[in-house]
């Protein structure tokens, strides 16, 4: 897969069904993966903690573009990316994999009762789906108990639902220790599986009005919205300085 990189993050250009055979292939083949799905708020975030860029530039095999920020600042750039691939929809995917080959799954992240009804709903829609190990997210990363807990239990496949940066700091601690697993930071993915949160209707997702519907939902999210013109002010802005040079 080509890489194009947007404000020092690197992305992966592919769509969502070029990412689940590379990403199943590896698994079945026991080559450990670490996704990172990255919208404007992470890149944002990224440009002013190096240590964070750094972590998804040389730990993450795969970095998707989940948000259509990522596929706008691609184009001012002059490039263009395949498609947006969320998290969420990557995890279900991975799920239903997992199920059917019997595969070993660990959830970590949300509140506790968030975590077990979605825990409910995810083994329901999948059938035969394995979760051999949950933690909700109230941690501290320098408590090493739940990553001990995380390899103790030998999954599969671990989605962590901490929310950046802390999601992609704990899997990566777990790199070394479980090579052979698939990995990936789903944010609030926890919360729409539970049922307490809702995703748009797909005809909003399809025309790249889910953030709109998030907004209207939860009118608290506006100051985080924000980052978004920011993020296409400065990818303009970087480009138009490049011109200039």
């Known amino acids: 897969m080509a890489r194009l990189t947007i404000l020092g993050t690197p992305f992966d250009d592919g769509t969502e069904a070029q990412f689940l055979t590379r990403f199943q292939t590896r698994l079945a083949k026991g080559v450990g993966t670490f996704v990172v799905t990255a919208n404007p708020e992470i890149v944002m975030y990224a440009r002013t903690h190096p240590d964070y860029q750094a972590l998804i530039a040389k730990r993450a095999d795969f ?3 989940d948000g259509i920020g990522i596929l706008l600042g691609a184009r001012i750039l002059g490039s263009r990316l395949a498609a947006r691939v969320t998290g969420y929809d990557l995890m279900q995917a991975m799920l239903q994999a ?3 080959e019997g595969l070993r799954v660990a959830l970590v992240g949300a509140k506790a009762a968030v975590l077990g009804q979605a825990k409910a709903r995810l083994t329901a829609q999948h059938p035969g789906l394995n979760v051999c190990y949950q933690h909700d997210g109230y941690f501290d990363l320098a408590d090493a ?3 001990d807990a995380v390899v103790a239990a030998q999954p599969d496949l671990i989605f962590a639902a901490l929310g950046f940066p802390k999601q992609e700091r704990f899997l990566a601690g777990l790199q070394k220790r479980l090579p052979r697993a698939f990995m990936m930071g789903v944010g609030g993915s926890f919360d729409v599986a539970a049922g307490v949160v809702s995703r748009a209707p797909r005809w909003m997702q399809r025309v790249h ?6 907004l209207l939902k939860e009118p608290s999210r ?4 924000m980052v978004l013109p920011q993020f296409v002010w400065v990818v303009w802005r970087t480009r138009h300085q490049k011109g200039q040079r």
């Open 98 to 100: 997992a199920a059917a």
């Open 145 to 147: 108990s739940v990553a």
């Open 222 to 225: 506006i100051g985080r919205m």
């Open 63 to 65: 970095v998707t573009a």
């Open 209 to 214: 009005l889910e953030w709109f519907y998030r």
